[in-house]
């Protein structure tokens, strides 16, 4: 009786397992190439990598935040300075969407951030939306959108 129920147990163990592994996203590779460059985005503006972030910034892009929209260079400089300091996004979860030679990555985020020396954390929905030139992809459009929600 023991071994039956332990025979049981092992095997509703292992189908929950597949099933919680079929609940996550799966993305194909053009998507997951997407994915990690949006998550080494984040990882290079926690750095203040302004080298790596300044090549994969479009010379045109545009970054919109709570308190206003600039450029590249404007943005580069936010960071370099430190007046934002994007500590940490915590992605809670990530689609991304192709036109042609466009790609845009929407991700539920809470950011970490030090804004002006104060710690603070947000719950955004970021769009990102990179354009492909000469077979590599550039981030054109940064879109922060406070939700409601914590």
């Known amino acids: ?11 509703l163990v292992t189908a929950l397992g597949a099933i919680a592994q079929d609940t996550k996203p799966q993305f194909s590779a053009a998507e997951q190439e ?11 503006m926690s750095d203040k990598n302004t080298d790596k972030l300044a090549d994969l910034f479009h010379d045109t892009a545009q970054f919109v935040h709570m308190g206003g929209y600039w ?16 500590k940490k996004a915590e ?7 192709f036109t042609d030679n466009t790609a845009t990555v929407y991700s539920v985020i809470h950011l970490n951030s030090e804004v002006g020396g104060n710690a603070v954390r947000f ?6 939306v990179y354009v492909k ?3 590599k992809w550039l981030l054109s459009s940064l879109v922060f959108t406070k939700t409601l929600g914590e």
């Open 123 to 128: 719950p955004f929905i970021v769009t990102e």
């Open 71 to 86: 450029g590249k260079e404007a943005e580069l400089n936010t960071i370099k300075e430190g007046h934002i300091w994007y």
């Open 34 to 44: 997407l994915i990690d460059l949006s998550n080494n985005k984040w990882q290079w």
């Open 1 to 11: 009786m023991k071994s039956r129920l332990l025979s049981f147990l092992i095997v």
């Open 91 to 97: 992605i809670h979860n990530q689609e991304v969407k």
């Open 133 to 135: 030139e000469n077979d």
